[in-house]
């Protein structure tokens, strides 16, 4: 091709490219199947790469990661990153109601949710994404332009005609509470987890390489701008308008209100439902709506005057550590937790508290016996957030050999493992994650149980949870004949598995149910599996060349392919996914929302996979069916304004004969 035709290509693929990115993170109506985007995206960067003086900032390229850093440089932001005042309380509330109405007349209040995340400065000039930075001390922050540009939901390009020369577009970077239980479930093996979604956000902004950035699930939510030249807005409504139309996400509610009463009890509706967001929150955000309004207040040194942090009640408590215990994974991680005196935080007594590795015992410097503040975050296991009272001069001692086998441990980064293989705690974790819920899911297997059973000796591999005898049991605490009769029948069950479960069971480091699921799709069956070389794995999408290394490598080891041989030989039989032509469901993709009363979700999604159905986890324009349960929430919502065929559960089996 000469240069015009290749140019002329570039511009036709980042256009296609562009829309169809937006289709699917800003719109949620996917239009083309991932493996068509990957594809068009792929002959975008081999035309580019050919022909680098092509390359527009803009392109679609341009957010696939690549760029390593060797340190960030400090980035100076053109107008001020303040704080925000915090407001604890209804007296506080009011208090800044007041002060706003002694100048304002009948104002109108933007309510917002108050992001828990890292706080980020997006410049755009003329429409054109140009820099960005952390919010660093509020005036200096670090530049880190190309990290930004690897997150999907951002755009590249304002999508208007009229841009503004200039615009610094400030938000909060957050990852979902679905996506961070699954990164750390993959990080889980490296004993590198996140504590928490704001640290694994800002964490993940300061990777020096972008290639990791593009891997993790970042969302960036617009609040608020900076610096503005040639655009006029009246209010924070039309501001945030204006964002959805250039190609931002909206995230949860922003709602008008003008009388304390009723900002009071948005805030309490809010409340009740934080734990039922998909993203963290930490409060409200209040502001003056009217920007002429903000004017006439202006800024403290630190803060805006028109506007203040409505903060949720803190789920903190002072405690003292009384031991410091030490906890062996299935993967061989020593975790110290810390024993407390039993404290209550928001209803709930905490007597045990992570401290997730032994240096962050040497940063907090704290040992038994002193004093402390635990934090307790929803579902979150609760940590030790800092010392308040040091009772105990002497340096807590990190342990040289393994609390359950004695081994010598090693030091692997921040963890220390112990990698003996006849460890009995490292047994007693793969066993309870091989037969936990999205594993085998064997009811009745508790940890107490398996605990009992390894310390018996009736169980020294996996393949043995399958060869347990019922007369070897009797004898043991907590047996009954009753109990063991339910045990067996449990167990005889169980034994057939889908191809996902199976994999997910065996503990391969980096894999877990989502990683598994994807395996379970691509193979189609556990021999090829092994089989295949790092190369076939790694192309697979979701899957790097890290997690790729070790799926390989656990496939290496002649004692795994033993005891996969010794699982076959106890019985245990892979479901393998059938292939369906002319069933019931073929080609439907169907998505389930609310709760079931004929049969469990996972009974329903196997069914629909069985007559050849795709199920399918949110709503778009290519669902085909959605299947209402109780209280189905904003899906149905969705299904409604795009017009998908919506089925209760009885209809959805009658009508289709399952």
């Known amino acids: 091709m000469i240069d015009r035709d290749i140019k002329k290509k570039i511009k036709e693929l980042s256009s296609l490219l562009n829309y169809h990115n937006k289709k699917y993170y800003i719109d949620d109506k996917p239009e083309i199947e991932d493996s068509e985007f990957d594809l068009l995206l792929k002959e975008l960067i081999e035309l580019e790469q050919k022909n680098p003086k092509f390359i527009k900032d803009d392109s679609p390229t341009q957010k696939v990661g690549g760029f390593v850093s060797k340190n960030f440089k400090k980035f100076k932001h053109i107008k001020q990153m303040y704080s925000l005042e915090n407001i604890s309380n209804s007296e506080e509330l009011l208090k800044f109601i007041e002060r706003i109405e002694k100048l304002i007349v009948k104002p109108e209040y933007i309510i917002e949710p108050k992001f828990d995340g890292a706080s980020v400065s997006i410049t755009y000039k003329k429409g054109l994404l140009s820099s960005a930075s952390t919010r660093g001390d509020g005036t200096v922050g670090e530049n880190i332009t190309e990290n930004i540009k690897t997150i999907k939901n951002i755009p590249l390009l304002l999508t208007t005609n009229k841009p503004p020369t200039i615009i610094e577009i400030r938000g909060e970077v957050i990852i979902p509470l679905n996506y961070f239980k699954k990164l750390n479930q993959e990080l889980e093996g490296e004993g590198q987890t996140f504590s928490n979604p704001r640290n694994a956000a800002s964490g993940t902004l300061r990777q020096l390489d972008t290639k990791i950035t593009a891997q993790r699930p970042l969302v960036f939510i617009p609040w608020g701008i900076g610096?503005?030249?040639?655009?006029?807005?009246?209010?924070?409504?039309?501001?945030?308008?204006?964002?959805?139309?250039?190609?931002?996400?909206?995230?949860?509610?922003?709602?008008?209100?003008?009388?304390?009463?009723?900002?009071?009890?948005?805030?309490?509706?809010?409340?009740?439902?934080?734990?039922?967001?998909?993203?963290?929150?930490?409060?409200?955000?209040?502001?003056?709506?009217?920007?002429?309004?903000?004017?006439?207040?202006?800024?403290?040194?630190?803060?805006?005057?028109?506007?203040?942090?409505?903060?949720?009640?803190?789920?903190?408590?002072?405690?003292?550590?009384?031991?410091?215990?030490?906890?062996?994974?299935?993967?061989?991680?020593?975790?110290?937790?810390?024993?407390?005196?039993?404290v209550n935080i928001a209803g709930v007594v905490v007597r045990r508290a992570t401290l997730h590795n032994f240096d962050q015992i040497r940063l907090l410097n704290i040992n038994v016996g002193d004093k402390v503040i635990i934090e307790r975050a929803g579902d979150v296991i609760p940590k030790v957030l800092k010392i308040v009272e040091k009772n105990n001069e002497s340096n807590y001692k990190i342990p040289s050999s393994c609390p359950s086998c004695n081994s010598k441990l090693e030091k692997d980064g921040v963890n220390i493992y112990c990698k003996d293989s006849g460890c009995l705690d490292t047994l007693k974790g793969k066993v309870s994650y091989f037969v936990s819920k999205k594993s085998f899911n064997i009811i009745g297997l508790g940890n107490r149980i398996v605990d009992s059973l390894v310390n018996e000796g009736q169980i020294k591999d996996l393949s043995d949870v399958f060869n347990l005898r019922k007369e070897k049991l009797i004898n043991i605490e907590g047996f009954g004949i009753k109990i063991i009769e339910k045990l067996f029948n449990e167990i005889n069950e169980k034994k057939v598995v889908t191809?996902?479960?199976?994999?997910?069971?065996?503990?391969?480091?980096?894999?877990?149910?989502?990683?598994?699921?994807?395996?379970?799709?691509?193979?189609?069956?556990?021999?090829?599996?092994?089989?295949?070389?790092?190369?076939?794995?790694?192309?697979?999408?979701?899957?790097?060349?890290?997690?790729?290394?070790?799926?390989?490598?656990?496939?290496?080891?002649?004692?795994?392919?033993k005891l996969i041989d010794k699982l076959f030989q106890n019985g245990v039989v892979i479901q393998y996914k059938k292939k369906f032509v002319g069933r019931k469901l073929k080609n439907l993709s169907i998505c389930i929302t609310g709760?079931?009363?004929?049969?469990?979700?996972?009974?329903?999604?196997?069914?629909?996979?069985?007559?050849?159905?795709?199920?399918?986890?949110?709503?778009?324009?290519?669902?085909?069916?959605?299947?209402?349960?109780?209280?189905?929430?904003?899906?149905?919502?969705?299904?409604?304004?795009?017009?998908v065929q919506i089925y209760n559960e009885k209809d959805f089996l009658k009508i289709y004969k399952i």
Do not use: C
């Open 499 to 561: 191809f996902s479960r199976f994999i997910n069971s065996l503990g391969i480091k980096h894999v877990g149910d989502n990683i598994s699921n994807i395996l379970s799709e691509e193979f189609n069956d556990i021999e090829s599996l092994a089989k295949a070389n790092v190369d076939e794995i790694e192309v697979i999408d979701g899957i790097g060349l890290e997690i790729a290394n070790s799926i390989n490598a656990y496939f290496k080891m002649k004692e795994n392919i």
């Open 595 to 643: 709760k079931l009363t004929e049969h469990t979700r996972d009974e329903m999604s196997n069914m629909i996979l069985n007559e050849g159905g795709k199920n399918v986890q949110s709503v778009s324009s290519k669902t085909n069916i959605l299947l209402a349960g109780k209280d189905p929430g904003s899906k149905l919502d969705k299904a409604k304004k795009l017009n």
């Open 227 to 342: 610096e503005v030249i040639d655009f006029e807005v009246r209010n924070e409504i039309e501001l945030i308008k204006n964002f959805t139309e250039w190609g931002f996400t909206k995230l949860g509610d922003f709602i008008i209100e003008k009388k304390i009463e009723r900002i009071q009890k948005h805030f309490n509706e809010v409340l009740k439902k934080r734990s039922s967001l998909n993203y963290e929150i930490d409060g409200l955000v209040i502001k003056v709506n009217n920007l002429l309004d903000q004017e006439k207040f202006g800024f403290t040194s630190k803060y805006p005057k028109w506007a203040a942090a409505m903060k949720f009640p803190s789920e903190l408590a002072e405690t003292k550590i009384v031991e410091i215990t030490l906890q062996v994974g299935r993967t061989g991680i020593i975790t110290p937790v810390a024993e407390l005196d039993p």
